[in-house]
C-alpha cells in the first residue's frame, strides 16, 4: 500500500510543535503573596533559571528533530503502513521529552534527571534512525537520473546517517555519565546540537527539489 506523505508531515508537524508548546506550561511562579517586594520576586524569578534553560535546550533539540524530519520527508516520495508506525514511534518519543525536561528544572543536579533525560533523547534518535532507515532500505527515496544528483542524495543521506549514530552513542553515553559527573551528561546533550549547526555542504531543501524537477515527467523510479 503506497501513501502520501503530505499527511503524515502535517500530522507530525502538528504533534512536534504541541510538544514544543506545552513545555512552556511547566515554567510557573509560586503562589504570590499579599504582601511581596522587588527582591522577593527576583528571587522567584532567579528560581526559574533551571527551568529556562531546560526548556530552551529542549525546544532547540524538538526544533532539530523537526528539521531533519522535515529534511528526510522532502527526499521521500511515498509511504507504507509500516512506515507509518515508525514514524508514530518516533512522535512517541519526542512527545516525552517534556517530563525529564521538567524534571532537570526541579532538580538540574539530580542523577536520575539526566539519565532519564539522556534514555529519552537516545531512543528518540534511535526512532528517528529506524525510520529513516526503513525508507531507505524499502526505496521510498526520490530517484536521481543525473549522476551529479545521485552523488549529492548519497552524500546527503550518509552525512544525516553517521550524524545520527553520533548522536546517538552521545546520548546512550550521557546516561552512565549522570552517575559520574552531571556536568559530563550535559555535555553529552550538547554533542548532537553542535553537530547540526556544522555546516556539511549540502542544502537538502535545494538537493530534493532537483530531484523532484529532475523525476517529473518520467516513471519516478525510486533508487
Known sequence: MNISTNRVEAFSDCVISIVMTIMVFDIKLPPQEKSFSNTRELKELLVLVPHLIAYLFSFTVLGIMWLNHHHLFHMIQRADEKFLWLNLHLLFWLSLIPFP??????????????????????????????????????????????????????????RGIVKNYIGMAAYL?????????????????????????????VDDEKLAEKIIENNQGTSNTPI
Open 101 to 158: 525536561t521538567n524534571l532537570l528544572g526541579d532538580a538540574p543536579y539530580l542523577t536520575y534527571s539526566a539519565a532519564i533525560y539522556g534514555i529519552i533523547l537516545f531512543m528518540a534518535s534511535f526512532a528517528f534512525l529506524l525510520l529513516r532507515g526503513y525508507a531507505i532500505r524499502h526505496n521510498f527515496m526520490y530517484a536521481a537520473d543525473e549522476k551529479a544528483l545521485t552523488r549529492s542524495l548519497n552524500k546527503a543521506t550518509r
Open 173 to 201: 553515553l550521557s546516561i552512565p555519565a549522570s552517575f559520574l559527573s552531571i556536568y559530563a551528561a550535559y555535555a553529552c546533550f550538547t554533542v548532537a546540537p553542535v553537530l547540526f549547526f556544522i555546516p556539511d555542504g
